[in-house]
């Protein structure tokens, strides 16, 4: 690996924290002020960093440009964006797509809610495995030996009461989750938020993201939330339409939705 391209990424993940001095991130990267100021310099120029007062740096407007000509570049959130957008003008309620990349899950787009209590989440921000709506349907549309290496290593924290805490009660959630067609955070992740989610699929079926309705537990109980799953799984198939997605007798969604099994 070249070593001023470690230090360079180093910088820039460094500042996605916040404005740092020079003195801050040559005490990170443990080199001398100098090295830093040169490859700030560059990355200056190239409009990946800029000065922020007088002894401060901040991520660039080069960097978010990158990030968000690679989201347009996701066919699937140019072609769910209809639906997605939809989905937040019928219901309010914030809307989420999310997709799994190399063992994580990301949020690749957003539709804030009409309402004043809303959530803090980012296009852009990982989303947990063990305890997301969206993770859980992605989790579930992996293949059994990638679902069985993923699930091994999640830590499991303990976020809520409601947080699964074990490999083997995600699994068996994962299954339901299989079986009916979407998935359920009954306050695992954030103790007022609760979400359902429910696949995005392209050709063959194959899942590519996860949709999900967010909502905080004040403005809708979790009856009130299941009942708005036909809604979602609506916006989801359109969406999978889009995406490619031929709907037949055998690939319709699964059962309708009640009150989550214990």
């Known amino acids: 690996m070249s070593q001023s391209l470690d230090r360079a990424i180093t910088v820039l993940d460094e ?18 002020k100098s090295t830093v100021l040169r490859l700030l310099r560059t990355l200056e120029a190239r409009r990946f960093v800029q000065r922020s007062g007088a002894r401060y740096y901040r991520l660039g407007t080069s960097l978010f440009e990158l990030a968000y000509r690679a989201l347009d570049e996701r066919d699937v959130r140019r072609s ?22 190399d063992g994580e899950v990301i949020y690749i787009d957003k539709y804030e809610s009409r309402h004043n209590v809303r ?3 980012r296009i852009g921000r990982r989303a947990p495995l063990h ?55 009954d306050a695992e992740h954030e103790e007022f938020i609760h979400c359902v989610a429910a696949p995005v699929r392209g050709p063959r079926g194959v899942v590519l993201a996860a949709l999900s309705l967010s909502v905080p537990k004040v403005l809708l109980d979790l009856d009130g939330l299941l009942r708005l799953v036909p809604t979602l799984l609506a916006a989801a198939e359109r969406a999978s339409v889009e995406c490619g997605w031929a709907k037949t007798p055998e690939n319709a ?8 099994e214990n």
Request: glycine share 8%; aromatic share 4%.
């Open 131 to 185: 305890c997301t709506a969206v993770a859980k349907v992605l989790l579930a549309a992996l293949p059994p030996d990638e679902r069985d290496r993923v699930t091994a290593g999640i830590e499991y924290a303990k976020l809520t009461a409601n947080t699964l805490s074990s490999r083997r009660a995600l699994l068996a959630e994962l299954a339901r989750v299989a079986e009916r067609g979407y998935a359920v955070d």
């Open 253 to 260: 969604p699964g059962r309708t939705p009640g009150r989550r």
């Open 80 to 101: 769910a964006e209809p639906a997605a957008r939809e989905l937040n003008a019928t219901t309010g309620h914030t809307v989420h797509l999310a997709s799994y990349e």
């Open 15 to 32: 500042l996605a924290d916040g404005p740092k001095n020079l003195d801050q991130l040559a005490g990170r990267l443990g080199v001398h």
């Open 119 to 121: 959530m803090y989440s």
